[in-house]
């Protein structure tokens, strides 16, 4: 008896064995199938123009479609920045010749706007004449602001060529103090010269601080001086350090979702040319930091672009 039951137990110990050995099979499988659909999810990526109709409506606040990357497909990239949802486009100089081309955008397209302006690492010796014809651009249809504009030292190590670009730099802030028009501020590693200057000489002017790359203590005391932050693709990346503590920290109506295309894609677009449509992921990862809905971010953000820029 004894044995036969030992015997017994050992048979339910086996099936037992085996049952549990078939379920854990059972589990692998369906693991392995899960992995293969998210890697098919995950290939099969819907672009934010073929999302059908949300109602969901941005604006790429930054952006740069004058340039040749955008020679080949301009029209169709603008029409499924429209198909996307993007209402309207802030394009931006960063030379004098770029600048005449986002005018002649902004002239020729209702949803494109333009500043104008030289970017700090193409800073030359500014004459007036040039200022001159800055001031004259801002008079045609749809251009908006002064930019791209600020200080970039990454790029330049050299103190002398750092001097011309603050000078350039401080001469496109009185212009646009002149004019009473907001500007768009790039800034790399120069966050205590921009700073300085933003509380002396530009302490009356205004707009967007684009591609925010500081603290958060810095993003307060730009906030206090009034200004609007802008966030690009890297808000999606595993490494956007600082930025995900600043948008969700920082008042809804001074967040400003951008592209800055072609550059810096979201993902999952990283490292493929950027373009206007693709300002959806960034503000798709901008709302869930902050907890709220697409909707709500969209319609706070476009609300913030609308006011900063006043696009009619
Ligand atoms: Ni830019």
Redesign the pocket.
């Known amino acids: 008896m004894a044995e036969t039951r030992a015997e017994k137990v050992s048979d339910l110990g086996a099936r037992a064995a085996a049952e549990q050995k078939a379920r854990k099979a059972a589990r692998d499988a369906s693991r392995k199938i899960e992995a293969k659909e998210t890697t098919a999810e995950k290939s099969k990526i819907v672009p934010p123009w073929e999302m059908g109709a949300d109602g969901i409506e941005l604006v790429d606040t ?1 952006a ?1 479609i004058d340039g040749e990357d955008f020679d080949a497909d301009r029209e169709e990239m603008l029409a499924r920045t429209k198909a996307a949802g993007i209402v309207a486009v802030v394009t ?1 100089g960063d030379t004098m010749e770029a600048s005449a081309r986002a005018v002649s955008l902004a002239a020729s397209h209702e949803t494109v706007f333009a500043g104008v302006g030289v970017h700090p690492e193409n800073a030359f010796p500014f004459t007036q004449a040039e200022i001159d014809r800055l001031a004259a651009w801002t008079k045609e249809t749809r251009v908006i602001a002064i930019g ?1 504009i600020g200080l970039d030292y990454y790029w330049e190590k050299d103190e002398e060529k750092r001097a011309l670009q603050r000078k350039m730099f401080t001469r496109q802030l009185a212009l646009a103090r002149d004019l009473d028009m907001p500007v768009c501020i ?1 800034d790399r590693e120069a966050h205590g010269d921009l700073m300085t200057i933003l509380k002396t000489e530009g302490r009356k002017n205004r707009g967007v601080i ?1 591609c925010f790359s500081g603290s958060w203590e810095m993003a307060k005391e730009l906030l206090k001086l009034g200004w609007y932050l802008g966030v690009d693709g890297p808000l999606t990346y595993k490494n956007a350090a600082k930025l995900p503590e600043i948008v969700e920290k920082m008042p809804a109506d001074r967040l400003l979702v951008e592209t ?1 295309c072609p550059y810096l894609s979201p993902l999952p677009y990283r490292g493929k040319r950027n373009e206007p449509a693709y300002v959806r992921l960034t503000a798709e990862r901008a709302a869930e930091i902050r907890g709220q809905s697409l909707e709500e971010l969209a319609a706070q953000t476009t609300k913030n672009a609308r006011t900063v820029y006043n696009l009619k």
Do not use: C, S, T
Request: hydrophobic share 15%.
């Open positions: 930054h740069h931006f791209e790039h684009h800055d």
